[in-house]
Each structure stands twice: as structure tokens, then as C-alpha cells.
């Protein structure tokens, strides 16, 4: 079974300047995650998309950040523009429902602003 | 809200020690309690988890109990391995609906020979 895809794996820009992530989940799971963690915590959830819709997105930064999931499948999250506080690992997660499920994890995009 | 608290670390142990990380949490009704690891450059792996009161987790040789009474769900492994050094992080997820995952800070655990 293929896990989730996410990339790039890295990503230097400048601040100001704009910059997208892309993820590919886990095939047949419904809800799709994107968290944030910055260096020495825990991921903080941005946005939970439950197929195209949108079911949580409180802790998005909307003045800066958008995320689709077109078709309920891959998902895009961009930053525009990017401060030097976006500088964290962006993660993608996919699960299928039920509570008691795990969620599984991409790599991450390492995201660097300078 | 919901929350997760871990104990704060690094950690470094010697091989063959004996490791407890502890976690406690905070939240309505029942949740499902995780434990992750992320190794050095790779993504977050499950370790174990537990869904219901008193269930154990185990895997790897790691173990965690989820006890309702003290809110806590601690991580336990008899004999380290330097293999083992990564980051920890215990979660929570609430049974109502399709919440999403909620994150301690994490501990990192380092193991040396």
C-alpha cells in the first residue's frame, strides 16, 4: 500500500514571496490534514478536509494561507505571502473515519524563510 | 479543548535502560490515545495506540496503558536500543465525529551505547 506523497521535500524562499505544498493521500481515506510543526513541538493542525469539504480550518492563518482538496483527492496548502515565522515542517496526514482510527503521515515539506 | 501533556525532555538514557515517557491528557468523553515516532529525517509513525479504558498498547517492545482514572497513557520500554533515539509524541483523538489528531509537544530520546 502506498503511503501518503507529499512534496517538495525541501523549500528555501524568501519572505513575501509565495510558495505551495503538495499531497497526494493515502487511496480511499477520506480525510485529509495538514499540521504545521515548528522546530521543538508538536504538529499544530492547520486544516481538515473530510473529501473536498472543508471541517476544520480555525487554526489557518487565512490572511496567508489557502488549502484545497479538488475532487477529494491530492491537496494543495499555499503560503502567500511567507513570513519568516512559516519556517516550519509541513505535514500531511490522510486517515479513513471512525474515531478510534490512526492517522498516516507524509515525509513533510521542510519549508525555510530567509 | 482537548490537550496533551508530555514530559519535557531530552532524554538520554544508556542502552539496556529502562525508558518511561510520561503523558498525560486532557479531554471530553472517551478519546483513542497514540503514541508516534519520528526518526531522525522521516515522517511521523505510529507506535501504539489504545481506544478504549485500559486496553495496552504495544509494539516493538514499547508498551502504554490507557488509564481513565489518572488520565494517562505513559510510554514504557524495559531495554533500549540506540536504535530508539528519535522523538516521541503522544496524541489524542476524540471518539465524537471525525476529529482530528491533537499533539503533546513531544520528548526526544537519545540512547547511547
Known amino acids: 500500500e502506498a503511503g501518503v506523497a507529499q512534496s517538495p521535500r525541501y523549500k528555501i524562499i524568501e519572505k513575501r514571496q509565495s510558495v505551495a505544498f503538495w499531497c497526494n493521500p493515502i487511496?480511499?481515506?477520506?480525510?485529509l490534514y495538514w499540521y504545521q510543526q515548528i522546530l521543538g513541538q508538536g504538529p499544530k493542525l492547520l486544516i481538515q478536509?473530510?473529501?473536498?469539504?472543508?471541517?476544520?480550518d480555525s487554526q489557518l492563518p487565512k490572511d496567508r494561507f489557502s488549502a484545497e482538496r479538488l475532487k477529494g483527492v491530492d491537496s494543495t496548502l499555499k503560503i502567500q505571502p511567507a513570513k519568516l515565522e512559516d519556517s516550519a515542517v509541513y505535514l500531511c496526514?490522510?486517515?479513513?473515519?471512525?474515531?478510534?482510527?490512526?492517522?498516516?503521515f507524509g515525509q513533510g515539506t521542510r519549508l525555510t524563510v530567509v | 479543548g482537548d490537550s496533551v501533556t508530555q514530559m519535557e525532555g531530552p532524554v538520554t538514557l544508556s542502552e539496556e535502560a529502562f525508558l518511561t515517557i510520561n503523558c498525560t491528557y486532557t479531554?471530553?468523553?472517551?478519546?483513542?490515545l497514540f503514541w508516534y515516532v519520528q526518526y531522525p529525517g522521516e515522517g511521523l509513525q505510529l507506535l501504539l495506540k489504545?481506544?478504549?479504558?485500559?486496553d495496552k498498547g504495544s509494539n516493538k517492545g514499547f508498551e502504554a496503558t490507557y488509564r481513565k482514572e489518572t488520565t494517562s497513557f505513559h510510554l514504557e520500554k524495559g531495554s533500549v536500543q540506540v536504535s530508539d533515539s528519535a522523538v516521541y509524541f503522544c496524541?489524542?483523538?476524540?471518539?465524537?465525529?471525525?476529529?482530528?489528531?491533537?499533539f503533546g509537544k513531544g520528548t526526544r530520546l537519545s540512547v547511547i551505547a
Open positions: 496526514a490522510s486517515s479513513s473515519q471512525g474515531g478510534g482510527t490512526e492517522a498516516f
Open positions: 487511496s480511499g481515506h477520506a480525510t
Open positions: 478536509f473530510q473529501n473536498n469539504g472543508v471541517v476544520d
Open positions: 479531554a471530553t468523553g472517551y478519546p483513542s
Open positions: 489504545a481506544t478504549k479504558a485500559d
Open positions: 496524541a489524542l483523538r476524540g471518539n465524537s465525529g471525525n476529529t482530528p489528531l491533537v
